[in-house]
């Protein structure tokens, strides 16, 4: 690999920040979550929304819970125009929710953005950006420092011109490519652009600190961000925002790291659609928080509904190992991971209910994102016999002792490894009934199903218990059922019915008896 074309980030830029807090830090509360798919996420797709499936998404963004959107660059398209007029017309935000339009720092491009504004009644953000970083001012701009400080003040002052007066409005910069502009460009920029629009506790200034491209490890970008946090001035009547993007995989360590670095805002894109490897991925912070016990802000009851609107929205399908919303993120197809998964099921069920979440390679419980427990173990040749005795247990009520277990395991492993495939519940049982419900003839055992009683005392639900019995002697063989109201009484019904009870010294070493079924 020709890895000497590449410096690594402290030769590209001076990262001064020595007396660093942001470690022992911690994340008590959500920041402020701003969803920047209708924008950024847009851009990113090889089809964009139409204005159908925008506003499907702005909508379910709504209910969920957002409060600030970013919802077009409407002086980019018309299609994003005229979505923000839609927003507009049809007074389509609620009062309390903030949409945010974003723009380039040129004067015909502020004035069409914001006459796309024009009627709204709730708070609306005016996103002013302009990249900084060496790179883009020497190839892509041509400009040196001075010019483009001048370039950046020119477009704040069109925006004042513009929208100054407009009680709603609120502004916000970004320094594109923050993380690879020196540190004292960059808070020139920034205390530059809020003396222009005189921040103010009452009308705060939004500084938006992207991580446009990825280049180095997390905590390089919470170095950078604490130090712009310590030293910015008008601190308090500024809202410190972040951008990361995914480029070295690492967007969501950036993204908490920051916060904990004195970020208050976060942008991103839910589930991390965006440009090359994408935008930090919002949702997935957002459950981090809840994983912590923290209230993330956003209800993800119902993660596959979001999924399927972001899906259809994006015309991008998620991985099935995407955290949290992917198909298989809560399963388990290993035999060691469903035997802890098991017992830890079986633990909040004799006791541990109502106790904080502990259930082995769960993170968090899948009934909280709308999740069933019907996929959190699967079976396949990976699997052992605890994940086929949870699967019988709750798709037929079928408790199996831990020697059968041990025995029908290896069925179901000679059946897997035959087939290849996974094997669900239904499979399971015709291979249990195919085992060790008929006779040696082929017929099967006489078994009756078993009702489940409800009481209204304060046992709320009694089960039959059924018992197989096997026998192998030098003088017979076979298989007998019984039912009882524990598992001792069960197999005594067993036995009784095969009359095999009194003749029990008959019965060789090889005999077996399951029983708690």
């Not at 082929?442 to 059924?466: A, D, M, N, R, Y």
Request: with cysteine; hydrophobic share 40%; proline share 6%.
């Amino acid at each position: 690999m020709p890895s000497h074309k590449y410096r690594d980030v402290h030769r590209r830029v001076d990262v001064p920040l020595v007396d660093r807090t942001w470690p022992s830090n911690t994340i008590e509360s959500a920041p402020l979550w701003v969803p920047v798919d209708l924008r950024d996420g847009n851009q990113a797709l090889p089809e964009p929304m139409d204005p159908t499936r925008k506003r499907a998404f702005f909508e379910m963004m709504i209910e969920i819970g957002y409060k600030e959107i970013e919802v077009g660059y409407p002086s980019a398209s018309s299609t994003d125009f005229d979505f923000v007029r839609l927003l507009a017309e049809q007074d389509l935000v609620p009062d309390d929710v903030t949409v945010v339009v974003f723009t380039a720092a040129r004067r015909d491009l502020i004035e069409r953005t914001v006459a796309s504004i024009d009627g709204i009644g709730c708070d609306v953000v005016i996103h002013l950006y302009t990249a900084t970083a060496p790179v883009w001012r020497d190839v892509v701009l041509g400009r040196g420092r001075a010019e483009l400080l001048e370039l950046i003040a020119s477009g704040g002052r069109d925006v004042l011109e513009f929208a100054g007066d407009l009680p709603n409005v609120r502004f916000e910069f970004s320094p594109e490519v923050f993380n690879l502009t020196e540190p004292d460009y960059v808070l020139e920029v920034c205390d530059t652009m809020t003396a222009l629009w005189d921040a103010c506790p009452d009308r705060p200034v939004i500084l938006n600190l992207p991580a446009t491209v990825e280049v180095a490890t997390p905590n390089v970008y919470a170095d950078q961000i604490e130090l712009m946090h310590r030293s910015l001035a008008r601190r308090d009547s500024v809202i410190l925002s972040v951008h990361p993007h995914n480029d070295r995989g690492t967007g969501v360590a950036c993204a908490e790291l920051a916060v904990l670095a004195g970020a208050q805002r976060v942008e991103g894109c839910i589930f991390g659609n965006g440009e090359r490897t994408g935008n930090v991925d919002i949702a997935t912070l957002a459950l981090n928080l809840h994983a912590q016990g923290v209230d993330p802000m956003i209800d993800f009851s119902d993660i596959d509904r979001i999924r399927r609107v972001v899906e259809h929205a994006n015309g991008i399908d998620l991985h099935p190992r995407h955290p949290y919303v992917g198909d298989l993120v809560h399963t388990a197809f290993s035999g060691t991971h469903q035997d802890a998964i098991r017992k830890g099921f079986a633990a909040r069920r004799d006791g541990r209910r109502g106790q904080p979440w502990e259930v082995p390679y769960l993170p968090i419980d899948p009934a909280d994102i709308g999740r069933t427990y019907d996929a959190v173990i699967r079976v396949n040749s990976q699997s052992g016999k605890g994940g086929i005795g949870y699967l019988l247990e709750t798709g037929y009520g079928v408790r199996l002792p831990r020697r059968m277990e041990i025995d029908f395991a290896r069925v179901v492993q000679a059946h897997t490894d035959a087939h290849g495939s996974e094997v669900d519940a239904e499979t399971l049982w015709r291979l249990f009934t195919e085992s060790y419900l008929r006779d040696t003839d082929g017929s099967e055992c006489g078994v009756e199903i078993v009702e489940t009683h409800h009481s209204p005392s304060s046992v709320s639900k009694i089960t039959g218990v059924l018992a197989i019995v096997a026998w192998e002697s030098p003088d017979s063989r076979g298989w007998a059922c019984g039912v009882g109201d524990s598992p001792r009484s069960a197999a005594v019904a067993a036995r009784r019915s095969a009359g095999v009870l009194a003749a029990e010294s008959q019965a060789s070493s090889a005999s077996r008896s399951y029983a708690s079924l």
